[in-house]
């Protein structure tokens, strides 16, 4: 794997970013012979300066709608669609900074004719691309060691993510864990002779799944398969890699702080907070329109205030107050007390349903984020009634607090809304990954992968 800005990429996702890229370029070629009936090689007006910009704009919309994770692709119809929905931001951005084509030139060609070439190209490519994959060539082989369900967990988001370079040729376990029949890979009972099982198996890495190490790692084993070339890995750290979040369950102590990551220094706070007042001003700015509008609605509705004021627990477990446009009745936790977000809820209003579905009561928090309460991207914030459940039973919850609260999240993009403590854990999962390798390149994917669900209306309650 590489590291770039602090997230690992295998090989394969540079390459199908890279070749797709290539591809994106043939499809413009393409599209100009088609529209113009030249060779673009004639052309003198800098269409490949623009190929450039437009291929570096569409490989960043494709990347922020998930199209480079097979594993958040349904089939090939659901592909389509994200394509479709990718380069149709990808017009708008094109639109705004204006790369030197005519405003109608640039609709025209762009999405009349070069979207539907893209989404054949890029479609029937992958198709094969999928097709390489389930063969196993290409991917390398691993063998984890375990004694749990941590273990188990490692060997299934393999199986499961298909694209994901690797292949678990053999899982090691001492003990009988629940799920293990269920699993493609044979499965060995005995920590001795690993280096002869990895050398049977040709294995390449190896991954050691073992909650608890002390008195129960095979240190000779692991050394001389590390002798013989073979990578030995810690489990969390693989999963992390492989998944883009934690598994509290299985991490203890120690793994924190000897990991890298963590980072917060004076630069990157002051960049963050540059960010926060430069996008929430922009925000406010561009939607201060779409306020307006749902307030008329919101008062010509139902009975009750405006904006709708409630106390959550910031940085430092430090109150707030966190504003919203209401979406409730007034009072509607009068009797119940506090209860966490449900479907369906009666509680909304006629027009809540429709401002919760486009996320446009969560912009008053524009305004928390110009005070220095919260950040545009965080961990959601919870209130202490909450929070005081949860720190007592789900491990390192309270870490979430070292960094402020956010509008938007890792765990928001990543995870639909929940209403329960298993919904919190998985959550925290994505939460710590966040606040361990934050930084400038993955707040802007966070958000415009925001911008997406408000646009198509996903996961909303």
């Known amino acids: 794997m ?13 390459f199908l970013v890279l070749l797709e890229s ?42 922020c ?31 705004l900074i204006y790369i030197g084509f005519s405003r109608a030139r640039l609709a025209t060609e762009f999405f009349l004719v070069y979207v539907p070439v893209v989404v054949m190209v890029l479609s029937t490519w992958r198709f094969v691309y999928v097709f390489i994959l389930k063969t196993g060539m290409f991917s390398q082989k691993i063998m984890v060691v375990g004694d749990g369900d941590f273990a188990v967990d490692i060997c299934r988001e393999i199986e499961r993510e298909i694209d994901c370079g690797y292949s678990v040729e053999v899982l090691v376990t001492e003990k009988h864990v629940d799920g293990l029949d269920t699993l493609s890979a044979p499965h060995h009972h005995s920590y001795e002779k690993l280096a002869t099982t ?29 002798m013989n070339g073979i990578d030995v890995m810690d489990g ?17 102590p120690g793994w924190l702080i000897f990991s890298d990551g963590f980072r917060k220094g004076p630069l990157r706070s002051m960049l963050k907070r540059l960010e926060d007042i430069v996008v929430s001003l922009t925000l406010l700015v561009l939607f201060s329109p779409v306020m307006l509008v749902a307030a008329v609605f919101i008062k010509l509705d139902s009975r009750g205030p405006l904006l709708f004021a409630q106390e959550r627990l910031g940085q430092g477990h430090k109150p707030y ?30 027009v809540g349903l429709f401002i919760r579905k486009w996320r446009v009561d969560e912009l008053p928090q524009l305004f928390n984020v110009l005070k220095g309460d919260m950040s545009l991207v965080g961990p959601r914030p919870e209130r202490a009634h909450f929070v005081e459940q949860l720190e007592a ?39 710590l990954f966040y606040i361990k390798n934050m930084n400038l390149f993955m707040d802007i994917v966070i958000i415009f992968r925001t911008i997406r669900t408000v646009l198509f209306g996903v996961g909303a309650r």
């Open 22 to 63: 290539l591809l994106l370029y043939v499809c413009l070629l393409l599209t100009w012979f088609i529209v113009s009936g030249g060779s673009p090689w004639s052309d003198h007006s800098g269409l490949h300066l623009k190929a450039v910009c437009i291929i570096l704009v569409c490989v960043f919309c494709l990347y």
């Open 236 to 252: 969390n750290t693989f999963y992390e890699m492989l998944t883009g979040k934690f598994l509290v369950s299985s991490i203890n």
């Open 393 to 431: 039973e789900i491990p390192y919850y309270g870490e979430r607090f070292t960094v402020r609260p956010g509008v938007t999240g890792w765990a928001q993009v990543r995870y639909e809304y929940g209403d329960s403590v298993e919904d919190a854990m998985e959550k925290l999962n994505y939460d």
């Open 65 to 95: 709608n998930n199209v480079y994770s097979l594993r958040d692709i349904s089939g090939y119809l659901d592909l389509a669609v994200k394509l479709f929905q990718a380069l149709g931001m990808a017009l708008i951005l094109l639109a």
């Open 321 to 350: 107050k966190l504003y919203k446009l209401r979406s409730m009745v007034e009072n509607a936790e009068k009797e119940s007390g506090p209860v966490w977000a449900l479907k369906n809820d009666s509680r909304v209003t006629r």
């Open 2 to 14: 590489i590291n770039l800005f602090e997230r690992y990429y295998t090989i394969r996702n540079i």
């Open 198 to 226: 990895a050398e049977e198996f040709e294995v390449e890495r190896i991954v050691v799944a073992l909650k608890e190490k002390r008195g129960s790692l095979p240190v000779d084993e692991l050394l001389l398969c590390r």
